[in-house]
Protein backbone atom coordinates (compact mmCIF):
# COMPACT_ATOMS: atom_id res chain seq x y z
CA UNK A 1 0.00 0.00 0.00
CA UNK A 2 1.23 3.33 -1.19
CA UNK A 3 2.53 5.46 2.08
CA UNK A 4 -1.30 7.97 3.56
CA UNK A 5 -3.19 5.80 1.23
CA UNK A 6 -6.07 4.51 3.49
CA UNK A 7 -7.85 0.68 3.20
CA UNK A 8 -11.24 0.40 4.42
CA UNK A 9 -11.61 -3.23 3.43
CA UNK A 10 -11.18 -4.50 6.88
CA UNK A 11 -14.24 -2.74 8.90
CA UNK A 12 -16.98 -4.39 9.47
CA UNK A 13 -18.57 -1.84 12.08
CA UNK A 14 -19.39 1.70 12.26
CA UNK A 15 -20.43 3.22 15.68
CA UNK A 16 -23.56 5.71 14.64
CA UNK A 17 -25.43 7.99 17.05
CA UNK A 18 -25.17 4.85 19.91
CA UNK A 19 -24.98 1.66 18.16
CA UNK A 20 -22.50 0.00 15.96
CA UNK A 21 -23.97 -0.84 12.20
CA UNK A 22 -22.39 -2.97 9.37
CA UNK A 23 -19.95 -0.57 7.44
CA UNK A 24 -22.44 -0.27 4.20
CA UNK A 25 -25.51 1.08 6.76
CA UNK A 26 -23.34 4.12 7.96
CA UNK A 27 -24.68 6.40 5.77
CA UNK A 28 -25.42 10.29 5.39
CA UNK A 29 -28.32 12.43 3.67
CA UNK A 30 -26.50 14.32 0.72
CA UNK A 31 -28.44 17.10 2.39
CA UNK A 32 -26.75 17.23 5.59
CA UNK A 33 -25.72 20.48 6.77
CA UNK A 34 -21.96 19.78 7.37
CA UNK A 35 -21.55 18.13 4.06
CA UNK A 36 -22.77 21.91 2.84
CA UNK A 37 -20.77 24.11 4.74
CA UNK A 38 -18.06 22.21 6.67
CA UNK A 39 -19.10 22.83 9.77
CA UNK A 40 -18.48 19.60 12.06
CA UNK A 41 -15.63 18.55 14.13
CA UNK A 42 -13.46 15.46 14.32
CA UNK A 43 -10.68 13.50 16.22
CA UNK A 44 -8.07 11.43 14.93
CA UNK A 45 -6.56 9.17 17.34
CA UNK A 46 -4.36 5.20 17.29
CA UNK A 47 -4.70 2.47 19.27
CA UNK A 48 -1.41 0.73 19.50
CA UNK A 49 -0.66 -3.21 19.77
CA UNK A 50 0.51 -3.82 23.63
CA UNK A 51 1.74 -6.83 25.20
CA UNK A 52 -1.88 -6.12 27.49
CA UNK A 53 -3.79 -6.08 24.42
CA UNK A 54 -4.99 -3.05 22.34
CA UNK A 55 -5.03 0.62 24.07
CA UNK A 56 -5.40 4.17 23.08
CA UNK A 57 -3.02 6.55 22.72
CA UNK A 58 -3.72 10.08 25.10
CA UNK A 59 -7.69 9.23 23.99
CA UNK A 60 -8.52 12.20 27.00
CA UNK A 61 -6.64 14.41 25.70
CA UNK A 62 -8.42 13.81 21.97
CA UNK A 63 -11.54 13.72 23.48
CA UNK A 64 -11.26 17.08 25.59
CA UNK A 65 -10.20 18.38 22.03
CA UNK A 66 -12.74 16.61 20.15
CA UNK A 67 -15.46 18.87 22.73
CA UNK A 68 -13.36 21.66 23.15
CA UNK A 69 -13.47 22.07 18.92
CA UNK A 70 -17.23 21.55 19.14
CA UNK A 71 -17.59 24.36 21.26
CA UNK A 72 -16.17 26.76 19.22
CA UNK A 73 -18.56 25.86 16.45
CA UNK A 74 -21.81 25.78 19.28
CA UNK A 75 -22.32 22.15 18.54
CA UNK A 76 -23.21 20.37 21.49
CA UNK A 77 -21.64 16.73 21.17
CA UNK A 78 -24.48 14.65 23.12
CA UNK A 79 -21.92 12.12 25.00
CA UNK A 80 -19.53 12.53 27.33
CA UNK A 81 -15.95 11.54 26.90
CA UNK A 82 -16.71 8.17 29.23
CA UNK A 83 -19.45 7.37 26.58
CA UNK A 84 -17.15 8.20 23.69
CA UNK A 85 -14.33 6.06 25.25
CA UNK A 86 -17.19 2.95 25.40
CA UNK A 87 -18.04 4.26 21.60
CA UNK A 88 -14.32 3.15 20.78
CA UNK A 89 -13.23 0.76 22.68
CA UNK A 90 -16.80 -1.51 21.34
CA UNK A 91 -15.93 -0.21 17.67
CA UNK A 92 -12.36 -1.65 17.65
CA UNK A 93 -13.66 -4.84 19.47
CA UNK A 94 -16.75 -5.73 16.98
CA UNK A 95 -14.02 -4.83 14.15
CA UNK A 96 -11.06 -7.49 16.07
CA UNK A 97 -9.03 -4.42 15.15
CA UNK A 98 -5.27 -5.27 17.21
CA UNK A 99 -4.01 -1.99 16.21
CA UNK A 100 -5.87 1.38 14.13
CA UNK A 101 -6.58 4.19 13.89
CA UNK A 102 -9.99 5.86 15.07
CA UNK A 103 -11.59 8.87 13.60
CA UNK A 104 -14.57 10.10 15.98
CA UNK A 105 -16.63 13.12 13.55
CA UNK A 106 -19.70 14.95 15.31
CA UNK A 107 -21.24 16.85 12.12
CA UNK A 108 -25.09 18.14 11.69
CA UNK A 109 -27.58 15.99 9.88
CA UNK A 110 -30.56 16.60 7.69
CA UNK A 111 -33.36 18.82 8.58
CA UNK A 112 -32.44 22.31 6.41
CA UNK A 113 -30.20 24.53 4.93
CA UNK A 114 -29.09 27.63 5.17
CA UNK A 115 -26.08 28.79 7.64
CA UNK A 116 -28.82 29.26 10.06
CA UNK A 117 -29.89 26.36 10.08
CA UNK A 118 -30.52 24.13 13.27
CA UNK A 119 -29.76 20.59 12.38
CA UNK A 120 -29.35 17.05 14.37
CA UNK A 121 -26.20 16.71 15.78
CA UNK A 122 -24.68 13.31 14.94
CA UNK A 123 -21.59 11.72 16.03
CA UNK A 124 -20.04 8.58 14.12
CA UNK A 125 -16.83 6.57 15.19
CA UNK A 126 -14.88 4.88 12.15
CA UNK A 127 -11.54 2.86 13.24
CA UNK A 128 -9.37 1.39 10.17
CA UNK A 129 -5.76 -0.37 10.25
CA UNK A 130 -3.99 2.90 9.00
CA UNK A 131 0.08 2.33 9.07
CA UNK A 132 2.42 5.13 9.22
CA UNK A 133 1.68 8.52 7.17
CA UNK A 134 4.71 9.57 5.36
CA UNK A 135 5.88 6.16 5.29
CA UNK A 136 8.27 3.56 7.40
CA UNK A 137 10.62 4.91 4.98
CA UNK A 138 9.93 8.64 6.11
CA UNK A 139 10.15 7.38 8.96
CA UNK A 140 13.61 5.98 8.85
CA UNK A 141 14.78 8.26 6.43
CA UNK A 142 13.07 11.68 6.80
CA UNK A 143 10.80 13.18 4.41
CA UNK A 144 11.34 16.05 1.69
CA UNK A 145 9.52 19.25 2.27
CA UNK A 146 8.65 22.49 0.15
CA UNK A 147 7.57 25.48 1.75
CA UNK A 148 3.50 25.67 0.18
CA UNK A 149 2.31 28.85 -1.60
CA UNK A 150 -0.52 28.54 0.66
CA UNK A 151 -0.23 30.72 3.64
CA UNK A 152 -1.85 29.03 7.20
CA UNK A 153 -5.36 30.47 7.94
CA UNK A 154 -4.99 32.58 11.53
CA UNK A 155 -7.36 32.08 14.17
CA UNK A 156 -9.01 35.61 13.66
CA UNK A 157 -10.44 34.11 10.14
CA UNK A 158 -10.80 30.63 11.35
CA UNK A 159 -9.36 28.78 15.23
CA UNK A 160 -6.41 26.95 14.28
CA UNK A 161 -6.71 25.57 17.49
CA UNK A 162 -10.40 23.72 16.55
CA UNK A 163 -10.39 20.81 14.80
CA UNK A 164 -12.79 21.19 12.21
CA UNK A 165 -14.08 19.47 9.05
CA UNK A 166 -14.02 22.83 6.60
CA UNK A 167 -10.66 24.06 8.00
CA UNK A 168 -8.91 21.16 6.02
CA UNK A 169 -9.59 23.02 2.64
CA UNK A 170 -6.47 24.71 3.74
CA UNK A 171 -4.26 21.43 4.52
CA UNK A 172 -5.73 20.02 1.28
CA UNK A 173 -4.41 22.74 -0.81
CA UNK A 174 -1.21 22.97 0.77
CA UNK A 175 -0.46 18.77 0.20
CA UNK A 176 -2.26 18.89 -3.05
CA UNK A 177 0.42 21.62 -4.42
CA UNK A 178 3.47 19.84 -2.69
CA UNK A 179 2.84 15.66 -4.19
CA UNK A 180 1.89 17.65 -7.41
CA UNK A 181 5.72 19.34 -7.20
CA UNK A 182 7.41 16.47 -6.14
CA UNK A 183 7.37 16.71 -2.10
CA UNK A 184 5.88 14.43 0.66
CA UNK A 185 4.47 16.86 2.64
CA UNK A 186 4.33 21.05 2.96
CA UNK A 187 5.07 23.02 5.28
CA UNK A 188 2.55 26.17 6.13
CA UNK A 189 3.78 29.47 7.09
CA UNK A 190 1.59 32.15 8.73
CA UNK A 191 0.85 35.71 7.97
CA UNK A 192 3.91 36.70 9.34
CA UNK A 193 5.89 34.48 7.26
CA UNK A 194 6.51 32.33 10.19
CA UNK A 195 6.24 28.11 9.94
CA UNK A 196 3.26 27.31 11.35
CA UNK A 197 3.30 23.49 10.57
CA UNK A 198 2.24 20.68 8.28
CA UNK A 199 -0.62 20.22 6.58
CA UNK A 200 -1.36 17.71 9.49
CA UNK A 201 1.47 17.87 11.64
CA UNK A 202 3.62 20.10 13.88
CA UNK A 203 7.03 20.97 13.64
CA UNK A 204 9.93 20.83 15.94
CA UNK A 205 13.49 21.78 15.66
CA UNK A 206 17.09 20.68 16.99
CA UNK A 207 19.43 23.19 17.76
CA UNK A 208 22.61 22.82 20.04
CA UNK A 209 21.18 19.97 22.05
CA UNK A 210 18.06 22.61 22.61
CA UNK A 211 14.33 21.48 21.04
CA UNK A 212 12.25 24.06 19.60
CA UNK A 213 8.44 24.15 18.61
CA UNK A 214 5.87 26.77 18.55
CA UNK A 215 2.38 27.44 19.61
CA UNK A 216 -1.22 28.69 18.80
CA UNK A 217 0.22 32.36 18.44
CA UNK A 218 1.50 30.80 15.22
CA UNK A 219 -2.08 29.47 13.76
CA UNK A 220 -1.02 25.53 14.58
CA UNK A 221 -3.61 22.91 15.43
CA UNK A 222 -2.36 22.26 19.33
CA UNK A 223 -1.36 18.84 18.43
CA UNK A 224 -1.93 15.60 21.16
CA UNK A 225 1.18 14.57 19.73
CA UNK A 226 3.27 17.44 20.13
CA UNK A 227 2.53 17.64 23.76
CA UNK A 228 3.65 14.19 24.11
CA UNK A 229 6.81 15.01 22.73
CA UNK A 230 7.18 17.86 24.97
CA UNK A 231 6.97 15.92 28.13
CA UNK A 232 9.18 13.24 26.38
CA UNK A 233 12.09 15.65 25.95
CA UNK A 234 12.02 16.95 28.72
CA UNK A 235 11.98 13.62 31.11
CA UNK A 236 15.38 12.90 28.42
CA UNK A 237 16.35 16.35 30.00
CA UNK A 238 16.20 18.60 26.75
CA UNK A 239 15.25 22.19 27.02
CA UNK A 240 12.26 22.80 25.24
CA UNK A 241 11.64 26.36 23.89
CA UNK A 242 8.39 27.65 22.35
CA UNK A 243 8.71 30.85 20.12
CA UNK A 244 8.78 31.62 16.27
CA UNK A 245 10.18 29.79 14.31
CA UNK A 246 11.41 31.33 11.01
CA UNK A 247 12.37 29.66 8.02
CA UNK A 248 15.98 30.33 8.29
CA UNK A 249 15.58 28.83 11.79
CA UNK A 250 14.91 25.51 10.31
CA UNK A 251 17.14 25.48 7.38
CA UNK A 252 19.85 25.86 10.27
CA UNK A 253 19.05 23.68 12.65
CA UNK A 254 20.90 20.17 13.51
CA UNK A 255 17.80 18.16 13.22
CA UNK A 256 14.15 18.97 12.55
CA UNK A 257 10.85 16.74 12.73
CA UNK A 258 7.13 16.15 12.19
CA UNK A 259 4.81 15.01 14.62
CA UNK A 260 1.23 14.11 14.51
CA UNK A 261 -0.79 10.67 15.33
CA UNK A 262 -1.34 10.32 11.50
CA UNK A 263 2.53 10.86 11.28
CA UNK A 264 3.59 9.55 14.32
CA UNK A 265 7.58 11.31 14.58
CA UNK A 266 8.73 12.05 11.50
CA UNK A 267 12.36 13.69 9.99
CA UNK A 268 12.57 16.32 7.75
CA UNK A 269 15.46 15.78 5.69
CA UNK A 270 14.90 18.10 3.07
CA UNK A 271 13.20 21.34 2.38
CA UNK A 272 12.88 22.85 -0.86
CA UNK A 273 16.12 21.27 -2.07
CA UNK A 274 18.13 22.25 1.38
CA UNK A 275 19.56 19.56 3.59
CA UNK A 276 18.50 19.86 7.33
CA UNK A 277 21.48 18.67 9.26
CA UNK A 278 23.02 15.82 8.37
CA UNK A 279 20.02 14.87 5.87
CA UNK A 280 18.86 12.06 7.71
CA UNK A 281 16.97 11.06 11.07
CA UNK A 282 19.28 12.74 13.85
CA UNK A 283 20.41 11.01 16.86
CA UNK A 284 17.86 13.27 18.84
CA UNK A 285 14.92 12.68 16.52
CA UNK A 286 15.58 8.64 16.88
CA UNK A 287 16.20 9.05 20.68
CA UNK A 288 12.80 10.88 20.76
CA UNK A 289 11.16 8.29 18.18
CA UNK A 290 12.22 5.26 20.13
CA UNK A 291 10.57 6.82 23.22
CA UNK A 292 7.56 7.89 21.52
CA UNK A 293 7.27 4.47 20.26
CA UNK A 294 7.57 2.33 23.90
CA UNK A 295 5.39 5.37 25.55
CA UNK A 296 2.89 4.30 22.54
CA UNK A 297 3.22 -0.06 22.54
CA UNK A 298 2.99 0.24 26.70
CA UNK A 299 6.85 -0.48 26.69
CA UNK A 300 8.01 2.76 29.43
CA UNK A 301 6.00 2.77 32.95
CA UNK A 302 6.37 6.27 32.86
CA UNK A 303 4.33 7.03 30.10
CA UNK A 304 1.35 3.82 31.11
CA UNK A 305 -1.46 6.77 31.53
CA UNK A 306 -1.17 7.70 28.36
CA UNK A 307 -2.65 4.45 27.35
CA UNK A 308 -6.36 3.37 27.99
CA UNK A 309 -7.20 -0.44 27.28
CA UNK A 310 -9.77 -1.77 24.77
CA UNK A 311 -10.60 -4.60 27.10
CA UNK A 312 -10.14 -3.44 30.52
N1 LIG B 1 -1.74 20.10 12.81
C1 LIG B 1 -2.78 19.75 12.04
C2 LIG B 1 -3.33 20.74 11.07
C3 LIG B 1 -3.33 18.47 12.13
O1 LIG B 1 -4.35 18.12 11.36
C4 LIG B 1 -2.78 17.56 13.05
C5 LIG B 1 -3.34 16.16 13.14
N2 LIG B 1 -4.43 16.11 14.03
C6 LIG B 1 -1.70 17.97 13.84
C7 LIG B 1 -1.20 19.25 13.70
C8 LIG B 1 -1.11 17.05 14.87
O2 LIG B 1 -2.03 16.83 15.92
P1 LIG B 1 -2.07 15.46 16.73
O3 LIG B 1 -0.71 15.25 17.22
O4 LIG B 1 -3.05 15.73 17.81
O5 LIG B 1 -2.52 14.42 15.79
Known amino acids: MRAGSVSFEQTKWVWMNGQCVPWTEANIHVSAYTLHYGRGVFEGLRCYQTVSGPALFRVDSHLDRFHASARTYRI ?170 SLDDLLDADEAFFTGTAAEVVPIREVDGSTIGQGGRGPVTKKIQNIFSLATNGGDERYHDWLHHVYS
Open 76 to 245: EIPYTSGQLIDAICEVIRRNEFESCYVRPICYLGSKNLGIRATCPVEVAILAWPWETLLGDEGKEGGVRVTVSPWVKFNSRMIPTTAKACGQYLNSILAVGDALDRGFEEALLLDGDGFIAEGSGENIFLVKNGQIVTNDERHSILLGVTRDAVIKIASDLGYDVEMRAI
